[in-house]
Nanobody
Framework: QVQLVESGGGLVQAGGSLRLSCVASGRTFSDYGMGWFRQALGKEREFVAF????????SHADSVKGRFTISRDNGKNTVYLQMNSLKPEDTAVYYC?????????????????WGQGTQVTVSS
């Protein structure tokens, strides 16, 4: 079955950086777009970033544009989220997800498999 496993979360001070990784297995990684979402305590899950299966097209939420960068290595079945200039409001559980088909990349319904999430906490 398809599995997505995130890692790289942790506690960091405001202004710091983290790099999240998500390793996929169970289907041909290079056939699918990948996304990152996050969910803060008491809030709805929200879109963070998307990368096309080829890596040639990327999209980032306005709230993270210029600070976060999504990338992928199809040879390693891994998608990354480089997070710089972190703010306390970036505190959330971060999830990677695999896109099932064409659709709006910022919509949860576009994705059919999800990881278990990794906690990112940014202290002020």
């Amino acid at each position: 079955q398809v599995q997505l496993v995130e890692s790289g979360g942790g506690l960091v001070q405001a202004g710091g950086s983290l790099r999240l990784s998500c390793v996929a297995s169970g289907r041909t990684f290079s056939d699918y777009g990948m996304g990152w979402f996050r969910q803060a305590l008491g809030k709805e899950r929200e879109f963070v970033a998307f990368i096309h299966k080829s890596g040639s097209i990327r999209s980032h939420a306005d709230s993270v544009k210029g600070r976060f960068t999504i990338s992928r290595d199809n040879g390693k079945n891994t998608v990354y989220l480089q997070m710089n200039s972190l703010k306390p409001e970036d505190t959330a559980v971060y999830y990677c997800a695999s896109a099932s088909a064409s659709g709006a990349v910022d919509q949860i319904s576009t994705y059919d498999y999800w990881g278990q999430g990794t906690q990112v906490t940014v202290s002020s």
